[in-house]
């Protein structure tokens, strides 16, 4: 059987152009889960959705409590458009019941097969989210609306760019502020088969993989912070579109 769902092997970069330069480049893999797909795919000896297993799949790590479908649906009417009909989502798996998803990258095509969206879903280390969700028919472009990068200002802006996932993915992200690049960003993979085989040398090639990816963010800030960079301190999202009134009270506990 032949699926829609596979795995794509290859690097994810970062280039910052400015204050400082700083590039980063590393060995990593993501997972194409077509949703209709899950039910077989679940039958895999190490990948289990929605239960252990070696590599595995939650919905609890997207969909803020709802079904998959329901929660794309939703996002899709925000922006007036239809529901989806096929939805696939690119992301890292759970690695021994671990992940983090700095970026997941929903494909969202209509009824007769046509790309109607993409969903950029993006996790912060404060355990927060929020999606970005463009039409395919657009240009995809985006105000930054949510805090990621403690070493980068609110006031930016995205440009999206996809080679849609065939033989080959590509995700990149253009950050400028002031209409001047600041950082670019980039997933480049190749497809495999999504197989037990294929899961069980990914497992030996690049071991304890999403554990790697979230020291790699605490080692990187370190050489940022090295390099003088300052730190942009996160506050609450409600806080930061209006200022403070002023305390009138003191503190209480």
Known sequence: MILNSAIYVGH??????????????????????????????????????????????SDADHGDGLALRDWVNRHLASEGLGPAGRVRLLCYPRILGYVFN???????????????????????????RHSYVLPASADQVADKA??????????????????????????????????????????????????DAKLMRLFVTHPLMTLKVTASIHFEALRLI?????????????????PRPPRTTEPQG
């Open 146 to 195: 949510f805090y990621v990068s403690p070493f980068i200002d609110m006031n930016c802006r995205y440009e999206f760019r996809l080679t849609p996932p065939g033989d080959k993915v590509r995700i990149a992200i253009h950050e400028t502020q002031d209409d001047r690049p600041l950082l670019y960003a980039a997933f480049t993979g190749d497809r495999h088969e999504l197989t």
């Open 102 to 128: 700095p970026l997941t990258v929903w494909f969202c095509d209509d009824a007769s097969g046509r790309p109607l969206a993409t969903i950029y879903e993006v996790h912060n280390t404060f355990r927060e």
């Open 12 to 57: 994810v970069v970062h280039q910052r152009h400015r204050p400082k330069k700083h590039h980063l480049r590393y060995r990593v893999f993501s997972l194409l889960i077509d949703l209709d797909e899950l039910p077989v795919l679940n039958r895999l000896k190490w990948f289990g959705h929605n239960r252990r297993a070696l590599f595995s799949f």
């Open 226 to 242: 090295a390099k003088g960079i300052r730190i942009r301190w996160h506050t609450d999202r409600k806080t930061r579109q209006q």
